[in-house]
């Protein structure tokens, strides 16, 4: 079992930061990547980073430059560095974490950029 609690969300204006936090616990070593994936209101979820367990990153096209994930593993949380935030950015954004048998998710954060 891998538990995450994600928190950073909140409100911010148009071109301000935010950082994602994503704490996991439970069977860690079993984790082969982590991951953020964000839901707008009446859109699909989509994925937006991935960082595996040796630390390789992969962004989606459209959010490359503006976002970064990293990870500290003594605290055993990835982070999700968001700048240059926009309006449309507005989502409920979730972490993920992969396990060769399955993926765990947290309960989510809702971040929203106001214009």
């Known amino acids: 079992q891998v538990q995450l609690v994600e928190s950073g969300g909140g409100l911010v204006q148009a071109g301000g930061s935010l950082r994602l936090s994503c704490a996991a616990s439970?069977?860690?070593?079993?984790?082969?990547?982590m991951g953020w994936y964000r839901q707008a209101p009446g859109k699909s979820r989509e994925w937006v980073a991935t960082i595996s367990s040796t630390s390789s990153t992969n962004y989606a096209d459209s959010l490359k430059g503006r976002f970064t994930i990293s990870r500290d593993t003594a605290k055993n949380t990835v982070y999700l560095q968001m700048n240059s935030l926009k309006p449309e950015d507005t989502a409920v954004y979730y972490c993920?974490?992969?396990?060769?048998?399955?993926?765990?998710w947290g309960q989510g954060t809702q971040v929203t950029v106001s214009s």
């Open positions: 439970g069977s860690i070593s079993s984790i082969n990547a």
């Open positions: 993920k974490a992969r396990v060769p048998w399955r993926d765990y």
